[in-house]
């Protein structure tokens, strides 16, 4: 557990740093009100209106019976998934490519071999993936683990909320072949990350996403 909030910070803001540090995962249970009064140093009926705002932003789940789950570190992936659902597919996909060319060129410097070993079994199950929803998850899958691999957990939410709009649409592919989902261009970006070769990773992605672009726009196939 981590050291107790400061009594500086609104009950709130108190439980929405805990949530953003780690101190209780996506997917995992809060304590119930009682701890959190201890955890927040706050009254009981602060800590209630703590939780129900964050509820409220998405950030915590309440489920009669079982108690108060996470759904999300903070707000900003929630908020950028509305945003891209409003914007052309063209403006989405160029956000993409911002974002991911510059993660890769940090994650080249950065990555660890843990976090290679990693992506060497993600992309490997996105190779026999015999079908695209098996493929798509492993994609991004594999997509978020090297955005990961920066250390920047800013730039981690904001790819968050960027693909879980449409700009991982699968839509195009007609059958899954390892030419139709691009894996040989995963695989070199994968050759290129295990180098540490900050030119030929960034060569790799722009190659990339340049096909995926095309294939999401209907476009033709790049040079």
């Known amino acids: 557990m981590a050291d107790p909030a400061s009594t500086s910070e609104e009950p709130v803001d108190q439980l929405r740093r805990l949530l953003r540090t780690g101190e209780w995962p996506v997917g995992s249970k809060i304590p119930n009100d009682a701890a959190l009064v201890e955890v927040l140093a706050a009254p009981h009926s602060a800590v209630r209106e703590a939780v129900r705002c964050l509820v409220h932003a998405g950030l915590l789940e309440s489920l009669p019976g079982k108690g108060t789950f996470v759904r999300a570190a903070s707000e900003l992936p929630g908020a950028l998934v509305g945003r891209v659902k409003d914007e052309l597919?063209?403006?989405?996909?160029?956000?993409?490519?911002?974002?991911?060319?510059?993660?890769?060129?940090?994650?080249?410097?950065?990555?660890?071999?843990?976090?290679?070993?990693?992506?060497?079994?993600?992309?490997?199950?996105?190779?026999?993936?015999?079908?695209?929803?098996?493929?798509?998850?492993?994609?991004?899958?594999?997509?978020?683990?090297?955005?990961?691999?920066?250390?920047?957990?800013?730039?981690?939410?904001?790819?968050?909320?960027?693909?879980?709009?449409?700009?991982?649409?699968?839509?195009?592919?007609?059958?899954?072949?390892?030419?139709?989902?691009?894996?040989?261009e995963h695989e070199d970006l994968l050759e290129a990350l295990t180098s540490h070769d900050v030119p030929a990773s960034a060569r790799a992605?722009?190659?990339?996403?340049?096909h995926v672009r095309a294939k999401v726009l209907s476009l033709g196939a790049p040079d």
């Open 89 to 184: 597919t063209l403006h989405a996909m160029e956000a993409r490519e911002a974002l991911e060319s510059y993660a890769v060129r940090l994650a080249a410097g950065r990555i660890t071999e843990d976090r290679l070993a990693e992506l060497r079994a993600v992309l490997e199950a996105r190779g026999k993936a015999s079908d695209l929803g098996s493929v798509a998850r492993e994609d991004i899958r594999f997509h978020r683990l090297i955005v990961a691999a920066t250390g920047n957990s800013l730039m981690m939410e904001m790819y968050e909320g960027l693909d879980q709009g449409r700009v991982f649409d699968f839509s195009s592919i007609k059958e899954v072949t390892r030419e139709e989902s691009l894996q040989a």
């Open 205 to 210: 992605v722009e190659h990339l996403l340049a």
